[in-house]
């Protein structure tokens, strides 16, 4: 396989490995990108035996670096951290699952050593022999660190995949009854444990804190919906993988909206205003 294929065919599942782990699409391009160049300069011999797994391990190791080096500015970070919501309307090759945001964000409450070795295991399959080298650790410090993971991912992770149009239903009923100011039909919708989780970085309104509770989420975004502006557009997009909603100012995106939802009701809502998360989206316009 030439390098030009191998980029072609195996980039989509690069980028969503190191965005799983990193939780930034400039991250992401910049460790894929780096990748692809140390398998042009490697020893032919020691990359021909499986590219994509070569291609994982670097990518891996690379992401494994950049997650540590960020996770102090993360801790002084204002508010909560989620991740990079990913205009994803015509990216054929990045599958939903791979870049579910739901999962990214419940992801971030790992450590990085915990991160990567439960996505390198959950989602690559790779032996604990194969991660060791990744991490810096023995197989048997993997698999105990895989147990840790996989037991608070079960916690916390995600519900299973719904209906493209079943999740849109409940993104328009939300957002529309939000608009309207309806909060019995807001609490309806949301769990009775339903969580807001915002992310302002300190450089747009935000809450710092989650908000908890149908109620005090329903109560939340009526207030925060009554202070935008008539002149700020709606547009739903594909973010994710999954139906989003951006919210624009002068063509500019000043907040994105995902949902985490079992297709009956919605149990997360994810808000985010950060311009610096936002950039992306605005340039898709």
């Excluded at 980029?7 to 599942?13: D, G, I, S, Y």
């Excluded at 999962?103 to 990085?112: G, H, K, Q």
């Amino acid at each position: 396989m030439t390098l030009e294929k191998a980029f072609a065919e195996l980039r989509p599942a690069m980028f969503a490995l190191a965005y799983r782990i990193t939780g930034n699409r400039a991250d992401a391009e910049e460790i894929v990108q780096d990748a692809f160049v140390r398998l042009h300069d490697a020893d032919p011999k020691e990359a021909v035996r499986s590219l994509k797994a070569y291609l994982t391990t670097i990518t891996a190791r690379l992401s494994f670096n950049r997650l540590r080096d960020q996770r102090a500015r993360r801790e002084t970070y204002l508010g909560e951290w989620l991740p990079e919501p990913l205009a994803t309307e015509g990216e054929p090759g990045v599958h939903p699952e791979d870049v579910s945001f739901a999962l990214v964000a419940v992801l971030e409450r790992l450590s990085p050593l915990e991160r990567v070795v439960f996505v390198l295991r959950s989602a690559f399959d790779l032996s604990f022999k194969e991660i060791a080298p990744v991490v810096g650790r023995d197989a048997v410090a993997c698999r105990q660190i895989f147990s840790r993971a996989r037991a608070r991912m079960r916690e916390e992770r995600p519900r299973f995949p719904v209906d493209r149009e079943r999740h849109r239903a409940l993104l328009r009923s939300f957002v529309d009854a939000a608009r309207g100011g309806d909060r019995a039909r807001l609490v309806s919708l949301l769990t009775d444990d339903a969580v807001l989780h915002g992310d302002g970085g300190g450089r747009a309104l935000a809450t710092k804190r989650p908000v908890v509770g149908n109620g005090a989420v329903a109560q939340f975004v009526i207030a925060v919906t009554r202070t935008v502006p008539v002149e700020v557009s709606h547009e739903e997009i594909d973010l994710n993988g999954a139906p989003g909603l951006v919210l624009r100012a002068g063509g500019r995106a000043v907040l994105a909206i995902l949902i985490d939802t079992d297709g009956e009701r919605i149990h997360s809502v994810y808000a985010v205003s950060n311009p610096e998360k936002l950039a992306r989206l605005a340039a898709a316009s």
